[in-house]
């Protein structure tokens, strides 16, 4: 099982996650080495999947299945947030050069919560691949790759999410852990 | 003015479509590319594309782009467009210019808008080859499997049509070398 880094667990650190969460335009945060140790290899049995006009992937069972679920992960993410949010599902989700996903794909979503576990390795911006958010009237919010880092959003009905399209220059392929969280 | 006046046969699958080869003459092209060079674009960028797009080119006055209005949209060509992919009457067309640059791609999607009957994209981008890309990609869609069918290369000159339906997906490939793939696209519309 992984071990949230401690520094994330102390309770002066989650009270100002929680602030912070909480005041975002977007209510969001972003945790760089978030895991004592992050897997090294990503190497998930994955398939294609693809609708054309809303995504082009490959998609497998997330690399840390067990521990999105666990009540370590799941205390944590009430503390960090404020919420009660309840595990839906979780996947390991690959973009390679050419894939994407629109964010008309999640248009009929409730609120949730999503998280995403960063696991790519020598990105370079260029190549896209960045996750974006969107709320109506409010600004959009661009999350870059970076190996190790976790994201928390929180997204309402008609917020929208995607991953952009990565350039066929890409050398690697985007790798993340996306959970989703129901809200009430 | 034009150089063709014939639209040879349409292909129908995955979808109506056609190529016209040489469709300007050479001093139209001349005149239409010096005036272009010469717009304003503004970069639009979204999950689905990347692109600098200029103003509407049905909005302004300029002697050129009135012979290339003309050229596309007059009442005798709207008519062979309408026969040769047995559409209902044309009525009028739009149409703006766009620079794709390195990097920049416009994903699958089928144009389907009110009033949008016939796609059309007339190339102007001097010498470009498949590496270079920014082919017009086209797949066949059926449910929600979709399959390639052509790569067709944007050659200078050409104008390239099709049929908008819920069938007509179609993609512009990034681009992959440091170019300006010019363009003049728009609709007929019904």
């Known amino acids: ?184 | 003015m034009r150089k063709t006046e014939k639209i040879f046969e349409v292909k129908d699958f995955p979808y109506p479509h056609v190529i016209v080869k040489d469709f300007l003459d050479e001093s139209t092209l001349d005149l239409v590319i010096d005036a272009l060079a010469g717009l304003e674009y503004d970069f639009k960028e979204s999950d689905l594309f990347s692109y600098w797009a200029s103003i509407e080119l049905t909005d302004i006055d300029h002697p050129a782009i009135n012979i290339l209005r003309d050229d596309l949209g007059d009442e005798v060509w709207r008519k062979k467009v309408a026969k040769a992919f047995g559409s209902k009457s044309l009525s009028s067309i739009d149409m703006a210019a766009y620079v794709y640059g390195l990097g920049d791609f416009l994903l699958p999607h089928d144009d389907q808008v009110e009033e949008r009957i016939i796609a059309y994209s007339l190339h102007l981008t001097p010498e470009i080859t498949e590496e270079m890309g920014g082919s017009l990609q086209i797949f066949d869609v059926d449910n929600n499997n979709s399959k390639l069918i052509d790569s067709i290369i944007p050659e200078y000159n050409s104008l390239i049509m099709f049929e908008v339906s819920k069938h007509s997906w179609h993609q512009v490939g990034e681009i992959l070398q440091d170019i300006q793939r010019l363009t003049v696209t728009g609709w007929y519309h019904g």
């Open chain 1, 1 to 184: 099982m992984a071990d949230i880094n401690f520094y994330y667990l102390e309770s002066a650190t989650l009270s100002n996650l929680n602030r912070i969460f909480s005041s975002a335009d977007i209510p969001f945060i972003r945790l760089s080495k978030f895991l004592n140790e992050a897997p090294k290899s990503v190497e998930p049995k994955l398939s294609s999947e693809e609708k054309i006009g809303y995504y082009h992937r490959k998609i497998g069972n997330a690399l840390l299945e067990d521990f999105w679920q666990s009540s370590d992960f799941n205390v944590f993410l009430r503390k960090a947030t404020g919420l009660k949010p309840r595990f839906r599902e979780s996947n390991h989700i690959s973009y390679s050069p050419g894939d994407y996903s629109l964010l008309h794909m999640d248009e009929s979503e409730p609120s949730r919560l999503l998280v995403v576990y960063d696991l790519t390795k020598e990105w370079k911006h260029e190549w896209g691949g960045y996750d974006l958010y969107t709320s109506p009237d409010k600004d959009p919010l661009v999350c870059n790759r970076d190996f190790g880092s976790l994201m928390i959003v929180k997204l309402a009905p008609g917020d929208l999410s995607c991953t952009r399209y990565v350039s066929l220059k890409s050398q690697f392929s985007a790798h993340i852990d996306c959970i989703t969280y129901d809200l009430d």
